[in-house]
């Protein structure tokens, strides 16, 4: 009678699929993701107030563009009420004072 256990051996691969292999690993990864997460985030803060910055100057000039236009119009056609209100851009020539 032949053994069949002798002629035939079954040898499984090493894989790195055990608990102890992943739990070693997965701390370094986990810290590298937690980094990655606290730099994006760090990145889309800034970027969040570099937006909000640009977005205010943007408006602040659009306000001064206005302020101008209209005591550069007082001038030319005599209107009292913005030749008094403008007397301290006209002295000075910044239109800051008009805001105060």
């Known amino acids: 009678m032949i053994n069949i256990k002798e002629k ?4 499984i691969p090493k894989i790195h699929t055990n608990y102890n292999y992943m739990r070693v690993n997965s701390g370094v990864l986990g ?14 803060i800034s970027l969040l107030i ?3 910055a640009a977005l205010f100057r943007g408006l602040d000039r659009h306000i001064e563009n206005q302020d ?4 550069e119009s007082a001038k030319v056609s005599g209107n009292i009420e913005y030749l008094e ?14 805001q105060k």
Not at 31 to 44: G, M
Not at 68 to 71: D, F, K, V, Y
């Open 50 to 52: 570099i937006t909000i």
């Open 8 to 11: 035939v051996s079954f040898s």
């Open 85 to 98: 209100k403008c007397e301290c851009y006209y002295e000075g020539g910044d239109i800051k004072c008009l």
């Open 31 to 44: 810290r590298k993701r937690e980094s990655r997460a606290l730099a994006d985030t760090a990145l889309v």
């Open 68 to 71: 101008i236009m209209l005591c």
